[in-house]
């Protein structure tokens, strides 16, 4: 069969209250694009009733729909890879199933992609989250650039599109932990970004704690930098130069002046901070042992129990 020209890479996660409602706005949307087009759904181990509901999306429109089934959770940049992976068309594009960003926004980075842009970012016009992922959100971009000198207006935003060369080469990659915004960054020749909508949810909750978001960042500062290790090194560096400092200090008055009374506790206030220093290194430098221990172990990104698609099709599970 003829490759389609657009892709469309959804993941889905316990969506069962909003899938129907993402088709109702998404196939219209992308039958006015004039382009040929598939859409690939992937079920990330849902609980709910999605691969149900995935499925009969599938049967109802089987020409231009395909769902990957994952035996269980592997998280939502591994559902996006796996459907990289079984991408055929020359423009893939990202999209929440949660309906925060508009379907009808991915023209505005298609039309992008036809100016000769290989990437595509998204800036949120009104962000509809709640206060404290904003103040998270801006202190990790701005950590982000600082770290890793890659620009990204809006890290956060799902809604991206990728060439088919930037695609290739991210299907290349081997890596287990990874960013993918960033890492397509890193290999367009001329990205750029547009503004699109953000809506609330449409139903059900974020699937992203504090914790998770944290644990993204930490990806993308340990994947693409060794800033934080050559930063705790300085100062490793500086905290070693005061505290020979403040032991001299401490031996000329004894000598000069005599022993210090009640000086204790700003000892122990001296000594629990370096504690603190030293486990916060122990910590930074474990985030990078294990990202290599996950990768020596070359185990399989993600497990797929089935695929729905067309027979003709040449992709195999």
């Known amino acids: 069969m003829t490759p389609p020209i657009v892709s469309i890479v959804i993941p889905v996660y316990n969506e069962e209250d909003g899938l129907q409602a993402l088709f109702d706005r998404l196939y219209p949307a992308l039958d006015a694009l004039g382009k040929t087009y598939e859409v690939i759904f992937i079920n990330d181990g849902s609980r709910d009733k999605s691969p149900a509901l995935l499925a009969d999306q599938y049967h109802k429109r089987p020409d231009v729909t395909r769902v990957i089934l994952f035996n269980g959770n592997f998280g939502q940049h591994r559902a996006i890879l796996a459907g990289f992976e079984h ?38 016009r009104q962000r509809n989250d709640s206060w404290w992922r904003h103040v998270a959100s801006r202190a990790m ?77 930490f990806d993308l500062m340990t994947g693409f930098s060794i800033v934080p290790l050559q ?25 000069f002046v005599g022993p210090e009374v009640g000086g204790l506790f700003t000892l122990f206030a001296i000594a629990f901070f370096l504690i603190g220093i030293a486990l916060f290194g122990i910590g930074l430098l474990g985030e990078y042992i294990g990202r290599i221990y996950h990768e020596v172990r070359q185990r399989p990104r993600y497990l797929i129990s089935a695929i729905l698609q067309r027979s003709e099709q040449n992709d195999q599970p």
């Open 141 to 217: 971009n701005n950590l982000r650039e600082k770290l890793t000198k890659i620009k990204m207006t809006d890290q956060g935003c799902m809604l991206r599109a990728y060439s088919r060369r930037i695609i290739d080469t991210i299907n290349q990659c081997a890596e287990l932990h990874t960013f993918i915004p960033a890492l397509a960054y890193s290999f367009s020749q001329h990205p750029t970004e547009v503004i699109v909508g953000h809506e609330e949810r449409h139903a059900g909750e974020s699937k992203y704690s504090i914790y998770s978001l944290i644990r993204l960042n």
């Open 87 to 124: 991408a055929r068309g020359e423009q893939v594009v990202t999209l929440d199933a949660d309906l925060q960003n508009p379907p009808e926004d991915i023209k505005t980075l298609l039309d992008e992609m036809d100016k000769g842009h290989d990437y595509v970012g998204s800036i949120r």
């Open 231 to 255: 930063a705790f090194s300085m100062l490793g560096m500086l905290v070693s130069l005061g505290s020979g400092a403040l032991v001299i200090l401490l031996i000329l008055r004894r000598i």
